[in-house]
């Protein structure tokens, strides 16, 4: 599967490997899109909004960002305070729309096969050729469905993405009991008194989803995390570990229930840039 994507969504490895702008006229009708009109590549679509000001000598970053369940990506860009955010950190905001209502990942109520885990090894430098963004500098992120999306990126492809902030989300049971490589930047936020996507699962159908203290205790015990302190931001109280090569595991609860904020994708990224996660 990961091959077939590899072709269906080739890029063309000169303009990859020089970073040049060159693209075909299909290429350049995708430079068109916007927070307003769809980007496609292949069967698949995503809207990027780019800041209205930034500092061009500073290489752009971006959050991409996975809707919930039935979401969509003209859903995230019709959030005003997501975009505010973005103009203020001078990165664009990427929403990737998925193939089914529930990014199709493995163990899901419709029986996922995992394809939208190995659509991104093709998106990913398409950010790049397309829009001129660094992809030494990307957060993943998303809500609920979105962020059962972002933990199996992490776990499957920690290498396309700088860090990870995965908001009310897990695995679909049962959760791994390792990933493939060691683990990234981490920072899991979620509700103490979340009823859809509880903390330690619930059954759906024939399925359930997975328990996220076990998510998390398999990443810290993978990587040999070791406890670093604790800190508060808001409603937020966060634990923190850290590698001994200095990666971030940190887990951020908050006494309300399935909810988002900006806020929290925010501190996120300021965790990331604290940590060194972002490469220049």
């Not at 529930?102 to 995992?114: E, K, V």
Request: proline residues 7%; charged residues 20%.
């Amino acid at each position: 599967m990961r091959e077939i994507f590899r072709k269906t969504f080739a890029v063309p490895s000169i303009v990859l490997a020089l970073g040049l702008t060159f693209v075909s006229l299909e290429e350049r009708a995708a430079h068109a899109c916007s927070a307003d009109t769809d980007c496609v590549l292949g069967q698949r679509t995503y809207r990027i909004h780019l800041p209205a000001a930034r500092d061009t000598a500073k290489p752009m970053g971006a959050i991409v960002y996975m809707h919930g369940y039935r979401g969509t990506a003209a859903g995230t860009m019709r959030n005003a305070a997501l975009r505010k955010l973005a103009d203020k950190l001078g990165v664009a905001l990427v929403a990737p729309k998925s193939s089914r209502a529930d990014w199709n990942l493995p163990n899901s109520p419709s029986g996922g096969d995992g394809s939208a885990v190995a659509f991104f090894d093709a998106f990913i430098p398409v950010l790049a050729a397309r829009h001129g963004i660094d992809t030494r500098r990307l957060m993943a992120t998303g809500f609920s469905a979105g962020g059962m999306m972002v933990w199996n990126l992490a776990c499957y492809r920690p290498d396309l993405f700088a860090g990870f902030a995965p908001i009310a989300g897990t695995f679909w049971a049962p959760v791994p009991p390792r990933c493939p490589q060691a683990a990234p930047h981490l920072v899991h936020i979620h509700g103490e008194t979340d009823r859809v996507v509880p903390l330690t699962g619930r059954p759906i159908g024939p399925t359930r989803q997975g328990n996220v203290f076990k998510a998390l205790e398999m990443v810290a015990r993978q990587t040999a995390y070791e406890p670093s302190g604790r800190a508060t931001a808001g409603l937020l109280s966060c634990e923190r570990q850290r590698s001994a090569v200095g990666r971030l595991l940190e887990f951020c609860r908050h006494p309300g229930g399935h909810s988002i904020r900006t806020a929290w994708i925010a501190y996120a990224w300021q965790r990331l840039e604290a940590v060194g996660a972002f490469r220049k």
